[in-house]
T-cell receptor, first 111, second 117 residues
Framework: RKEVEQDPGPFNVPEGATVAFNCTYS??????FFWYRQDCRKEPKLLMS???SGNEDGRFTAQLNRASQYISLLIRDSKLSDSATYLC????????????FGSGTQLTVLP | EPEVTQTPSHQVTQMGQEVILRCVPI?????FYWYRQILGQKVEFLVS????????KSEIFDDQFSVERPDGSNFTLKIRSTKLEDSAMYFC???????????????FGPGTRLLVL
C-alpha cells in the first residue's frame, strides 16, 4: 500500500464549482498533515496545514480523520487560478521532519 | 517575503560527472532539506540536515550523494558520478526550529532541473 494515496484525477470543473480531494495515508504514526499545491514545473507551495479539528482558510477547507487515516480538501467557488496539482503531504512522528508526498491530484478550472 | 533560492535553475551534465547544486535557505531557518522529483512522478525526500549534520536520509540518498553547509548561508547537494536516472528536479527546503504543534512548515526553493546525458 502506498504511504500517501490520492486520486490522480484529472478533475476538470467549471469556474465557481465546488471540488473535493481525498487522500489516505498508511502510517498511523503520522503526526502532521498538509496540503501543498504545485503549478506545472514549479516548486510545491504550502496551501494549508490540516488540524484534527478541521480548518478553513477562505474558500479552502481541510479535514482530518485520524481513525480512518483520511484527509480531505474542499475548494469552494473555484477560480481559474486554482488550476494546479494538489499534493497531500504527511510528516511522521520522529522522522526528523521528513515529508512524504502523495502523487497529487490535478485540477483544471475551466472558464 | 523571505524565500529559498537555488542555483543553477538548470544543469546539464554528462553521465559520470559530478554536480553541485546550491541553495540559500531562509536566513533564520535551521532545518534544511533536499527533495527530488523525477518528471511525472511524486516529490521524494532525500535528506534532512540540522546543526551541521544529517538528521535523516532516505534509501535514495546513497554514497553517491553528500550535503554540506560550507558557510553561514549556503547549503549544497553534491552528486558524484551522475547517472541517467539522476535526471530530475531537485528542490531545497528549509524550516524554522520551533514546532508550534501543527507541524513545521517547510518552504521550498524553485528547484534545479538536472539533466544527465
Amino acid at each position: 500500500r502506498k504511504e500517501v494515496e490520492q486520486d490522480p484525477g484529472p478533475f476538470n470543473v467549471p469556474e465557481g464549482a465546488t471540488v473535493a480531494f481525498n487522500c489516505t495515508y498508511s502510517n498511523s504514526a503520522s503526526q502532521s498533515f498538509f496540503w501543498y499545491r504545485q503549478d506545472c514545473r514549479k516548486e510545491p507551495k504550502l496551501l494549508m496545514s490540516v488540524y484534527s479539528s478541521g480548518n478553513e482558510d477562505g474558500r479552502f477547507t481541510a479535514q482530518l480523520n485520524r481513525a480512518s487515516q483520511y484527509i480531505s480538501l474542499l475548494i469552494r467557488d473555484s477560480k481559474l487560478s486554482d488550476s494546479a496539482t494538489y499534493l497531500c503531504v504527511v510528516e511522521k512522528i520522529g522522522s526528523a521532519r521528513q515529508l512524504t508526498f502523495g502523487s497529487g491530484t490535478q485540477l483544471t478550472v475551466l472558464p | 517575503e523571505p524565500e529559498v533560492t537555488q542555483t543553477p535553475s538548470h544543469q546539464v551534465t554528462q553521465m559520470g560527472q559530478e554536480v553541485i547544486l546550491r541553495c540559500v535557505p531562509i536566513s533564520n531557518h535551521l532545518y534544511f532539506y533536499w527533495y527530488r522529483q523525477i518528471l511525472g512522478q511524486k516529490v521524494e525526500f532525500l535528506v534532512s540536515f540540522y546543526n551541521n549534520e544529517i538528521s535523516e536520509k532516505s534509501e535514495i540518498f546513497d554514497d553517491q550523494f553528500s550535503v554540506e553547509r560550507p558557510d553561514g548561508s549556503n547549503f549544497t547537494l553534491k552528486i558524484r558520478s551522475t547517472k541517467l536516472e539522476d535526471s530530475a528536479m531537485y528542490f531545497c527546503a528549509s524550516s524554522e526550529v520551533e514546532d508550534s504543534g501543527g507541524g513545521e512548515t517547510q518552504y521550498f526553493g524553485p528547484g534545479t532541473r538536472l539533466l544527465v546525458l
